[in-house]
């Protein structure tokens, strides 16, 4: 099993900044990649970035490259997404997820919502 703990959400203007968190704990060892996703009210969830836990290559949505940036630090076995520019599409809950095979995103945290005004 793993847990996931996502935080950092939180109100910001358009053009602000802002960044999440995700801190794993149990099983790190059996992670793959981490993800973040997001939705917004009424959406369907969609994929934002993740990054291999090991080697730390990153993938990114066309929605928020140039933007967004996953980030790791495995002595904290902790993720971040650094948010920049943000604009009010980017308002969702943001939750963060563990795949320990590729793709199979098998451990989720319980969202912090992000909210950017206009």
């Known amino acids: 099993q793993v847990q996931l703990v996502d935080t950092g959400g939180g109100l910001v203007q358009a053009g602000g900044s802002l960044r999440l968190s995700c801190a794993a704990s149990?099983?790190?060892?059996?992670?793959?990649?981490i993800g973040w996703f997001r939705q917004a009210p009424g959406k369907d969830r969609e994929f934002v970035t993740s990054i291999t836990w090991s080697g730390g290559s990153t993938y990114g949505a066309d929605p928020v490259k140039g933007r967004f940036t996953i980030s790791r630090d495995i002595a904290k076995n902790t993720v971040y997404l650094q948010m920049n520019s943000l604009k009010p599409e980017d308002t969702a809950v943001y939750y963060c997820a563990a795949a320990t095979t590729p793709g199979n995103y098998k451990y989720w945290g319980q969202g912090t919502q992000v909210t950017v005004s206009s």
């Open positions: 149990g099983r790190t060892f059996s992670i793959y990649t």
